[in-house]
């Protein structure tokens, strides 16, 4: 184990049966003629678990990545996202997007993007998280699809990172107390 991490939350087998859950999920609402499934990863921090998602889908699909920053959370009751990497796609109000995201804690980040999307014209917008802390909310936000709800600890691992380290560990953990001390 990682010398910085204090325990692991998520094990890589239990990642494995909570993503297979979620692709039958997914499976099961997208099947259709009438659908054209974009899955949008939202980097960085959704990169693996898409990645292992999109392996056990069946349903036809597309792929497609936007980068947001969130800001404002924590300080700023509102809060609103920065977009880093947008989403170009002239056929959008064809498209069924579903958003991966990594983990929703304010929900700030996805209540902005999924605003932004069906204003951008999407033909539809649903979520997909991992992980959710919604002891943590300060904007009401209840993703689609969920993988696992998490106490309040702030984890990283399985593409989450604290200050950009820890994405590439194949499993969630929860970070010992000195690491933050010393960041
Ligand atoms: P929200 O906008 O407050 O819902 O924040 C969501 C974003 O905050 C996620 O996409 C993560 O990038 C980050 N985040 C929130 N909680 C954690 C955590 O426990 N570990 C790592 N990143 C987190
Ligand atoms: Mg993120």
């Known amino acids: 184990m990682n010398q910085d991490i204090a325990k692991i939350m998520i094990d890589e087998e239990e990642l494995d049966r909570v993503v297979t859950r979620l692709a ?8 259709g003629e009438d ?26 699909l597309e792929i497609d990545c936007m980068r947001v920053s969130s800001y404002g959370a924590g300080t700023e009751s509102t809060g609103r996202i920065n977009i880093i990497l947008d989403l170009i796609r002239p056929d959008l109000p064809q ?25 951008k014209g999407a033909k539809s917008v649903r979520t997909c998280t991992l992980l959710d802390k ?14 696992l709800t998490i106490p309040d600890e702030f984890v990283v691992g399985y593409g989450l990172d604290f200050n950009e380290k820890y ?5 969630i953990g929860v970070l010992k107390p000195e690491v933050y001390k010393k960041a």
Request: hydrophobic residues 40%; aromatic residues 8%; glycine residues 6%.
């Open 24 to 31: 039958g999920e997914i499976d099961r609402a997208y099947a």
């Open 35 to 60: 659908k054209h499934l974009v899955l949008l990863c939202i980097l960085k921090g959704s990169l693996m678990f898409m990645s292992d998602l999109m392996k056990k889908l069946t349903v036809p």
């Open 95 to 119: 498209c069924d997007v579903l958003v991966i995201e990594d983990i929703i804690d304010s929900g700030n980040t996805l209540s902005h993007l999924t605003k932004y999307l069906k204003l």
């Open 134 to 147: 919604p002891s943590r909310r300060t904007v009401e936000f209840t993703p689609d699809f969920c993988g």
């Open 167 to 171: 994405r590439a560990l194949p499993y």
